[in-house]
């Protein structure tokens, strides 16, 4: 599996594998001895069996709504978004959501169409894990990360938009 | 006009070096076209037809002589030494190379100027009314809130991937609309409720392209200080539910119509009441920060110089007309707003040499405290103008090339780049411009006509607005021929309404005659203080059409 990039550009081994959503009539495959990701809706359908599990997170599509989980979302270790396409922009709406919305606290990560150049704008709405495209050059994420040393708005990595920071 | 301070130097710096790094690895082969393509785009960059096309920003279309020398020395040193003035306030570039457009954009940003978001799909450069601030009956200067929404769309982590561009256009003036805010995704009218506090009428989900709109109201009254929560509200809600699967459908004026405006703005109340107490709400003093940039320039006391004005008015036929017709009234007694038409016959309207650029800079310099607004009409205005200085500045104008006193006339058309440049262009607009402009060229029936707006776009993305135009013509393709679409009764202000086509399209060397037979109509049927539009609204558009298609 591909490493993992963290908001610090640090680079460490993935442990979480991305189970797809089953087909219709199939059940639910999960891996034993493995951490995994799977459906979000299918979690909260078994949240019973899930729910304290250290070792099951779950991920999003870009067009699911984060509102489903909204009262259990510090129940996950993992919470992954995935970018069906990096110009698909409604991760970054669910990650903030995730964060300011419903106080995620854990680990929330970019899979799928993760890029370069929208690292930082996916830190700054509260990713803090990234799950490169294989053929991207990971020790350029570092750079990518940090483009820009401050933004003008405020987001999940600052309370404080730029027009009060100025003021203080 | 707004300085940058270190905050703002220290981001426009970053963003080149970021550009300038994207490049690189562009270059390398590290990025995909696609995975490039927005990245050039939201730094302004198009690969055009010919060669690339850099379009750089010019927030709510003001610019300082020092930035207009500069753009001069860029057309020169990395261009043909032209450059194109657009119909949203910014400036274009036609051939610049793609390998050069870092180093431009550090030449912009040391004057304090920059390309972000000129494209792409993301929150594009906030417009407004080009007589902001000078103009007597507006309720406050709508530039420091253009500038507020500019910073707060700058590099906005969660909005720079949405399903599609957004504009925002704002207005203050009661009267007038010289903004166009009703065809804009976003379109504020600054407003006083009945208590008399300051804020915004919202209007979303106007625009032009393919399916034109006019914008409903989704809030009749948002105060000031909630402007930026509730612009991430309708963002937030579009980013998330307007469509992405088909790119025609994909503005947020479907979403709008899908949803109803009703039901539009309750999800947007619903998202706004989480969010509008956060810190990212507006303080007073943030406000005042920005407004401080934004005070009058050092005027003199005068009088207004009515008897000098008339004698020369008298004396000069010339300057007669073009005080008629390219000069305004300005709020301080002594001084007045000119015009200057970037229309004359021959050049495609809104392009400017080199040397006219430095040319407008020395006559801001001069006459106009070192500043001149951009219009989207494709006209640059100065806007604090002596009134006893202004013979001397006219008789400067004629030979310079922006003397043409045909502002608001047939011929000041306004005009997209068209298939001359543009790759999206179905057809060519600038020689139908240029042709009709020859047709017409007897300022003293001009004047006779008086005001009609005559817009004209390549493509139905309709950059020359040509849907607001009280007659537009939209270039078509016809099994690879070229044809002109004539739609008539648009206009763009208070009354926005979208045009009505007239019927069958046109070859090109028809237009000039079109043009005149629909002219031919109006002249017939006004009555004495009618302009075209009202005309057109009382007979309709069955007599235009038995006459031109007869």
């Known amino acids: ?168 | 006009m707004y300085v940058y301070d270190e905050h703002d130097r220290q981001m426009a710096a970053e963003r080149v070096a970021q550009f300038r790094d994207q490049t690189e690895r562009a270059l390398a082969g590290e990025l995909a076209e696609d995975e490039f393509l927005p990245l050039r785009l939201q730094n302004g960059l198009y690969v055009q037809r010919l060669a690339p096309m850099l379009r750089i920003c010019v927030p709510y279309g003001m610019l300082r002589s020092v930035q207009l020398r500069r753009l001069a020395r860029i057309t020169r040193d990395y261009d043909k030494g032209y450059a194109h003035f657009t119909t949203r306030q910014n400036v274009q570039l036609n051939w610049p190379n793609l390998e050069d457009v870092p180093d431009i954009l550090a030449e912009l940003a040391e004057v304090e100027m920059h390309a972000n978001q000129t494209s792409g799909n993301c929150i594009r450069n906030t417009t407004t009314d080009q007589f902001a601030g000078v103009q007597s009956d507006e309720l406050t200067d709508p530039r420091p809130y253009c500038e507020i929404i500019r910073q707060w769309s700058t590099f906005h982590p969660e909005f720079a991937y949405l399903p599609r561009k957004f504009k925002v256009a704002v207005n203050a003036s009661e009267k007038t609309d010289r903004a166009a805010i009703r065809v804009h995704d976003i379109g504020l009218q600054i407003v006083r409720n009945d208590a008399g506090e300051l804020g915004f009428r919202v209007h979303v989900g106007g625009g032009l392209g393919r399916t034109p709109m006019v914008a409903p109201v989704i809030r009749e009254f948002l105060p000031e200080l909630d402007l930026l929560t509730y612009l991430e509200a309708v963002l937030r809600v579009y980013n998330r539910y307007g469509r992405r699967d088909n790119k025609f459908k994909a503005r947020i004026k479907i979403l709008v119509k899908a949803l109803t405006p009703e039901g539009f703005a309750e999800k947007v109340e619903a998202e706004w009441a989480h969010i509008k107490d956060s810190p990212s709400r507006l303080t007073p003093e943030a406000i005042e920060r920005i407004q401080a940039y934004f005070t009058e320039p050092a005027y003199a006391a005068l009088d207004n110089a009515t008897d000098l004005l008339a004698r020369q008015r008298f004396e000069n036929r010339g300057f007669d007309q073009w005080l008629q017709h390219n000069v305004d009234v300005h709020k301080k007694p002594g001084y007045a707003i000119v015009s200057l038409t970037m229309k004359k016959t021959g050049t495609p309207p809104g392009d400017v040499t080199d040397r006219q650029l430095e040319q407008i800079a020395d006559l801001a310099d001069e006459y106009s405290f070192g500043e001149v607004r951009v219009t989207h009409q494709q006209n640059v205005v100065l806007a604090d103008v002596r009134q006893d200085r202004l013979l001397e500045l006219w008789e400067q104008l004629g030979p310079m090339g922006f003397g043409t006193a045909n502002l608001n006339t047939l011929t000041d058309i306004i005009c997209c780049p068209g298939g001359d440049f543009c790759a999206l262009a179905n057809a060519k607009s600038i020689p139908v411009a240029d042709a009709i402009q020859r047709r017409f060229d007897n300022l003293d029936f001009l004047y006779d006509l008086g005001e009609i707006d005559l817009n004209i776009s390549g493509c139905m993305n309709a950059c020359g607005h040509h849907h607001v135009g009280n007659i537009g013509v939209l270039g078509v393709d016809k099994k690879g021929q070229e044809f002109y679409q004539v739609s008539l009764g648009g206009a763009s202000q208070h009354d926005a309404t979208i045009g009505k086509i007239l019927g069958p399209s046109f070859a090109r060397d028809d237009m000039p005659d079109v043009i005149a037979k629909i002219i031919d109509v109006y002249v017939n049927k006004r009555t004495d203080e009618e302009s075209f539009l009202d005309t057109y609204r009382r007979v309709g558009i069955d007599p235009f059409k038995e006459r031109v298609y007869a």
Not at chain 1, 12 to 39: A, C, H, M, Y
Not at chain 1, 44 to 52: A, Y
Not at chain 1, 120 to 143: H, N, S, V, W
Request: with cysteine.
């Open chain 1, 1 to 168: 599996m591909p490493d993992i990039i963290f908001r610090d550009g640090g680079i460490r081994q993935n442990q979480w594998f991305v189970i797809s959503r089953p087909e219709s009539g199939e059940t639910l495959d999960i891996p034993e001895q493995k951490r995994v990701l799977i459906p979000a809706d299918l979690w909260l359908e078994n949240r019973e069996q899930f729910s304290g599990n250290e070792n099951v997170g779950v991920w999003f599509d870009s067009h699911d709504e984060p509102e489903v989980l909204a009262d259990h979302v510090n129940e996950l270790p993992l919470i992954a978004v995935n970018f069906p396409k990096f110009s698909d922009g409604r991760g970054y709406s669910i990650a903030r959501l995730l964060r300011e919305r419903f106080g995620y606290k854990n680990e929330l990560r970019a899979i799928g169409d993760v890029l370069l150049d929208q690292l930082q704008f996916m830190k700054r709405c509260g990713f803090d894990t990234y799950e490169l495209r294989p053929d991207k050059d990971i020790r350029k994420a570092a750079r990518a990360l940090n483009f820009f040393s401050q933004g003008y708005q405020a987001a999940t990595d600052t309370d404080l938009p730029l027009f009060r920071r100025r003021a203080s």
